[in-house]
């Protein structure tokens, strides 16, 4: 079941979750943005203030490179954060896709960037690892989950002689050293950031600052994150000319198409109807010709029947009851008074006068459907966009997906096409035996407007 949100927030998607902490991506209804809701356990008043200084800090840190906090407050036995969303994919499923390699050298840049500018507002991440690193087809790389994260210069003396926080994988040797007193962890986060241009670049490529980033001792290391940044430049210089909707953009859609059909899912168990399909609409906008997120879309008319079909019944049967106990009170009012309290005392073993039970709620009954879902039967069996299309030459043929499309005898009258969300090729063949082919890609419901050139490659109508 989805978990129930602070007033104020709807359509739940869950992006995360771990021992004490789950994450949402969520609609924020009064401003109509999407945020991403985190709820955090707390135990005690000490954890949550403790948790509070993080998100201070956090706020803090205010780089364009990172989400921003919009709110922090109690929910229940929980810390609420508020944040901003940011629609990415994380380093880790970036990489799984196996990227070509001018466009991991263009990440790897935006990361080390990144990084140096974080270190300079005197700030050490403490969790560096691809989780925690997001690219966005709209604006590059962003660092996330600052919940180790400190001052650079801050002594943390509570940790040491503790297994080293973070994921063991990109923490730096000195973090597991119980006698090693830390003054600086800076450093340890560029031991973690040559882990992760050693995971960017991949296996087999020998780069001599991968080496120096991720020596034994810190005193090894480069002296600062500016420094790497200088040295890489040398090395490989600035960013790629691609992108970064062309180099994670696709990536981007499947995932986000992926977790809001799985949030739709989940909402339409619970008879959310109106969130459910907000979300599967969203996903369809994401990856036009989703398989998951068309059929779940074609299935809302059935559903909401269903539901509506129940409701009708419930009432029905809550009716008759009220009607029976209706009559039954009144037979026994015109019996008389002293009829009707021997009636009652008959039936109550204490012979006293007691209240019924309360009606025990149906469990098919979740509350009447509120009605906002609006589309016909027709529009769902199809899931149907529109092509308003227009031919020059009447004695063309016209087909769309192989398929031949009627007649136009009118050139300048288009003919309106129905045709299932997704990709969709438009061929013609002129009377002389030229051929022209398009390709037009629709969402749901979206209507589009195809003038087909003429034979000698012009549009006729302007």
């Known amino acids: ?12 998607v869950r992006i995360g979750e771990g021992g004490f902490a789950s994450a949402y991506r ?54 609420c954060i ?50 925690n690193v997001l690219l966005s087809p709209e604006s590059g790389a962003y660092l996330i989950d600052f919940g180790l994260s400190r001052r650079g210069n801050e002594r943390k003396a509570e940790t040491r002689g503790k297994t080293a926080a973070g994921t063991p994988r990109y923490c730096a040797p000195e973090l597991f050293d119980a006698s090693r ?15 992760l241009l050693e995971d960017i670049l991949g296996p087999g490529r020998p780069v001599e600052l991968v080496d120096r980033l991720t020596a034994e001792t810190p005193e090894t290391r480069p002296r600062d994150a500016e420094e790497v940044r200088r040295l890489w430049v040398k090395d490989f210089g600035g960013p790629s000319a691609a992108a970064w909707s062309e180099i994670c953009g696709p990536t981007t859609a499947s995932v986000t198409a992926n977790l809001l059909v799985t949030g739709a899912s989940k909402l339409l168990q619970e008879g959310r109807f109106d969130e459910a399909y907000r979300l599967a609409l969203e996903a369809l906008s994401e990856v036009p010709d989703h398989p998951r997120g068309l059929a779940l879309v074609q299935s809302f008319h059935s ?67 509120n009605g906002r879902y609006r589309l016909g039967i027709q529009e769902m069996k199809t899931l149907t966009a529109t092509i308003d299309l227009r031919v020059p030459n009447p004695h063309a043929r016209v087909f769309l997906d192989g398929i031949a499309v009627g007649e136009f005898p009118h050139p300048r009258k288009p003919v309106r096409l129905a045709v299932g969300g997704g990709l969709h090729r438009l061929s013609c063949m002129y009377p002389d035996g030229s051929v022209w082919t398009s390709h037009v890609r629709l969402a749901p419901f979206q209507k589009v407007k195809v003038s087909i050139p003429d034979s000698d490659g012009k549009d006729p109508h302007g």
């Open 82 to 131: 508020v944040m901003e969303w940011i629609r990415s994919v994380d380093l880790r499923r970036f990489l799984n896709t196996n990227p070509p390699f001018h466009h991991r050298l263009t990440v790897a840049t935006s990361l080390i960037e990144t990084t140096a500018a974080f270190h300079a507002r005197g700030f050490a991440h403490c969790d560096l690892k691809p989780t």
């Open 26 to 79: 969520a609609r924020q209804t009064r401003l109509e943005r999407h945020v991403v809701v985190k709820l955090i356990r707390i135990s005690d008043t000490q954890q949550s203030e403790s948790l509070c200084r993080e998100a201070r800090m956090h706020a803090d840190i205010d780089l364009p490179f990172t989400p921003r906090i919009y709110d922090v407050f109690r929910y229940r036995k929980s810390l």
């Open 181 to 195: 007193e830390i003054h600086d962890y800076r450093p340890a986060d560029l031991y973690a950031l040559g882990i």
């Open 1 to 12: 079941m989805s978990e129930r949100l602070p007033k104020g927030f709807d359509t739940p």
């Open 303 to 369: 559903r909401v029947a269903a539901r509506k079909k129940r409701s009708i019944l419930v009432r029905a049967g809550i009716a008759a009851g009220v009607i029976a106990a209706l009559s039954v009170s009144a037979t026994l009012y015109l019996r008389g008074p002293d009829r009707l309290t021997s009636a009652v005392m008959a039936n109550s073993p204490s012979g006293r006068v007691t209240a019924p039970p309360p009606l025990a709620p149906s469990p098919n009954y979740e509350g009447e459907y």
